[in-house]
């Protein structure tokens, strides 16, 4: 059995604030030793239920998060930016499942560091769909037909994973407080809980379907103003919507719109607040 691990970073279990996932920021390296030991739990669990190839795609900020020299030695890892897919680089139709370890709920829903991509992004919607990063990457999954086993992150990301994939497993390894505060499970309990929920999610992994994409999806992405709409719409095919922060792109399948997203979010990333 091969399968592929996303791993974000605001989900991780300790993790209450930027301090965690900022690489200039003073709980960084810390960060990065949680985050490389909940990768370990799981890979560690699906090696003694039939994994067979490990890949995992580190997917925060710059992407170089993940400690190689402590990652499990059965495993292979994806490591820096500039990717083509991002958060799903590597993911096809070999894989027998993907795990999303780490993740947080979208823009502008409750939950320990919630965001989509980019904290300018208020909504993404893909058709009339209002999807997050674990929807966006969901989609691109189900368009290689492969399912997504499990989910881990706070109480809101597992809500929200539940909403979006029927018979997905969710590990919640901390109970969101505030926007930067959580009530969290200690490193040995959370590990504990991963190992537990990948064995269940392995076990049951013929009830969980893949995520069909639409064909031809309308993406849509609402900024927090209009300049950063502005930069996003420069991209060739994008369009604002009269009246509104919102842009539009008409994409010809999911991997063009998330391709798509990548390009519109980094452009808006070069607004200026002054």
């Not at 966006?136 to 999954?141: D, S, T």
């Not at 018979?167 to 930067?180: D, F, G, L, N």
Request: aromatic content about 8%.
């Amino acid at each position: 059995m091969k399968l592929y691990l996303s791993v974000d970073m605001e989900g991780i279990s300790g993790f209450a604030d930027h301090q965690f996932v900022d690489s200039s920021k003073r709980h960084y390296r810390r960060g990065q030793s949680l985050m490389t030991a909940e990768v370990n739990h799981v890979i560690e669990e699906a090696l003694q239920w039939g994994g067979k190839e490990m890949i995992v795609n580190d997917s925060h900020s710059k992407m170089n998060n993940i400690l190689i020299e402590e990652l499990h030695t059965e495993a292979k890892l994806i490591s820096g930016d500039v990717k083509l897919y991002s958060m799903v680089q590597g993911l096809n139709e070999d894989y027998n499942g993907a795990f999303f370890l780490g993740y947080h709920a979208r823009a502008s829903q409750k939950g320990v560091m919630s965001h989509t991509m980019i904290f300018g992004v208020r909504t993404v919607y893909i058709n009339d769909h209002e999807v997050g990063e674990m929807g966006f990457n969901a989609y691109v999954a189900g368009y290689y037909g492969v399912p997504i086993l499990m989910v881990s992150g706070d109480d809101e990301t597992a809500k929200e994973a539940e909403a979006l994939i029927p018979h997905v497993t969710t590990a919640i390894v901390k109970e969101q407080q505030s926007r930067s505060s959580a009530l969290c499970l200690t490193p040995q309990k959370a590990g504990e809980l991963l190992k537990q929920k990948t064995k269940e999610a392995l076990n049951k992994r013929n009830k969980v379907k893949p995520l069909t994409p639409p064909d031809r999806p309308i993406l849509r992405i609402e900024f927090a103003n209009y300049g950063q709409a502005e930069w996003a719409a420069l991209m060739p095919g994008a369009e604002i919507e009269e009246g509104t922060t919102t842009v539009r792109f008409q994409a010809s399948d999911i991997l063009e719109a998330y391709r798509a997203m990548l390009v519109m979010t980094e452009l808006a990333m070069r607004t200026a607040f002054c």
